[in-house]
DNA sequence: CTGTTAGCGCGTTCAT
DNA sequence: ATGAACGCGCTAACAG
């Protein structure tokens, strides 16, 4: 039925370690014996069965990738831009999307990579436990989220002075009354919304601007949440004329709820977003932009890396630029509304 | 180093196929040693290597996902419902993101997931040698766009009748020149364009409104494409009052070219998506909306129902519904520019 | 109900 | 430069 390397020796007339040796391009093989083999092979269709080889080998060339959720635009893309990298250079992928606590519990506890991933990229950021848990399986590891831990290897960006760039934006427009729209709710060990709150904080303390716990609201991180959490800033006796969204989703939930409330963006209110999602220019939206697939890729590079020189000190952290991109939603705040 | 099944076994003073059968759940252990093996199994923290179970089983308990290109709306959200429905019975998922076609022809060449899966589902539309290819696999298959094929579970929908809605809207609205963005350039094989086509051209007909060649464009199914596209629309000369685009993301980039140009959405020209994108109704696009994460869901079903059950009559095609939704981008052609 | 015996298909010695 | 023998860790078939 499915040709084995047997079947490669037998037609080749060689033996079957000749056949591997030829083709996976060690020495020991003369030139013309292993064009004959490839060719062979070639023909008849041969590829060798990974379980097999890695079980010979303790070699997997698999990465496990553990994704938060596919469907956000961020993860799609930093897991598109990763993949492209662990394929071509001959790597598969293992997909885990941990969409749900069932599934994320299920995956820590069952640890379906053991023994079958050369390493694991992870753009969910695991906490104390799940940290251990990927640890103890004793293969290089990589993150593209959150601050330095210890065996990762770390590629993101600096959220703070991301944030400082977006609101230090709204501040120098003229803005006074600037509300955020964060997505802080989940796991505790996520330093991204800590660090983009903390910016807000800074750059509203430096410009002597009092902080108004009111002008704070959760958005989860998803165009629904921002919605709501806009509606909820409205809401408030004064509310702002600016608003810093923690995330492009967020701030597009947002632009929403202003179009629902009859208010003109950036006339009555402006919004700055953070991500530079791919349709923050359809929509005209002003966000500090991080470079995402470039994470992604670099991640990947660095985990490769550390699977070919498994002696050289592995990176612990890298960080990639950010830069604010003014568009149309944000402009000085209109003098009838001004405090 | 790694805890292998005759370690269990000698811990618990059994045999090594005791241990298998116990921890697989199979008859002929008695309760008191497979409780016995599974709690010495989980304080050694025993994982069975998939690699040497499929080897000896033949089963891999792995499915193979080919993905055109993951960072797309469309194809992430389908995988996300796609791998939960995996993981949720115990599958892992091999992800390959064929997105260049160096990449698409070294997946198909090589066939890297030949022994590795128990079947494979393919959201990208394999041409008539890349579906021999997967044939060739021997496992089950099955495809979430397109028309019925050979040997493949195929799960849609009705691309002819969701476009007919579409453009029947417009008709009804008073439109008369009705341009089309579509995304037309790629593998022949992929009836989704022309089928949408086909039903342009027969509401056209049934309106008896003449088709003109230079109201359609090409999209390629990108936000830019679909810019690019409704600029040419613009420059011919007498430019259409409503656009149908073959995807939202096209009619996303529409409505950009459309702002640029200082025309009104949808007093000067109306806008039709398809798919009901996530972000559709943040801008407010009146679009076809098609179930997403259903099609994903279904077709990781049937393809596991083929699994367990290997003699059933499999699936060949299943055709979610479709349906119009009406937002803000669409209207009446405005009296001085309708012809 | 349990243990023994054989492979699964390859990579890797060690000879030659 | 090539081949023979062994083992990776597990499951399957056969005994008992």
Do not use: C
Not at 186 to 197: Q, V
Not at 246 to 273: C, F, I, N, T, Y
């Amino acid at each position: 039925m499915t040709v084995s390397i047997t079947d490669v020796a037998r037609a080749a007339g060689v033996s079957a370690s000749t056949v591997s040796r030829a083709l996976r391009g060690q020495p020991g093989v003369s030139d013309e014996v292993r064009a004959q083999i490839t060719a062979v092979a070639a023909q008849l269709g041969y590829t060798a069965s990974r379980s097999a080889s890695s079980l010979a080998s303790g070699r997997t060339y698999t990465i496990g990738v553990v994704v938060p959720y596919i469907g956000r635009w961020f993860f799609g893309t930093v897991l598109d831009a990763a993949e492209k990298v662990f394929s071509a250079a001959g790597y598969d992928v293992l997909l885990y999307n941990l969409n749900s606590p069932e599934a994320r519990k299920r995956f820590f506890t069952k640890l379906p990579v053991r023994k079958r991933v050369d390493a694991v990229l992870s753009l969910l950021i695991p906490d104390l436990d799940e940290e251990s848990a990927l640890r103890s399986l004793g293969v290089p590891l990589a993150t593209t989220v959150g601050g330095p831990r210890d065996g990762f290897t770390v590629v993101g960006i600096d959220d703070h002075s991301g944030a400082t760039s977006a609101v230090r934006h709204l501040v120098n427009l003229g803005h006074r009354r600037i509300g955020m729209i964060s997505g802080a709710s989940e796991p505790l060990h996520w330093t991204t919304p800590i660090d983009r709150r903390q910016a807000y904080l800074d750059v509203l303390a430096e410009a002597g601007i009092a902080h108004e716990p009111a002008l704070e609201a959760d958005g989860g991180y998803t165009v629904d949440g921002g919605e709501r959490a806009m509606t909820e800033l409205l809401a408030v006796s004064r509310p702002p004329t600016a608003v810093f969204a923690q995330s492009d989703e967020m701030a597009m939930g947002a632009l929403r709820a202003l179009r629902r409330h009859r208010l003109k963006v950036p006339d009555d209110v402006s919004v700055v977003g953070f991500d530079d999602h791919e349709l923050a220019e359809v929509i005209g939206l002003t966000t500090v932009a991080q470079p995402v697939p470039e994470q992604g890729a670099e991640a990947a590079r660095l985990l490769l890396r550390r699977l070919e020189e498994p002696d050289a000190e592995p990176v612990g952290q890298v960080r990639m630029p950010i830069r604010l991109v003014l568009r149309e939603t944000t402009a000085p705040p209109s003098p009838h509304r001004s405090s």
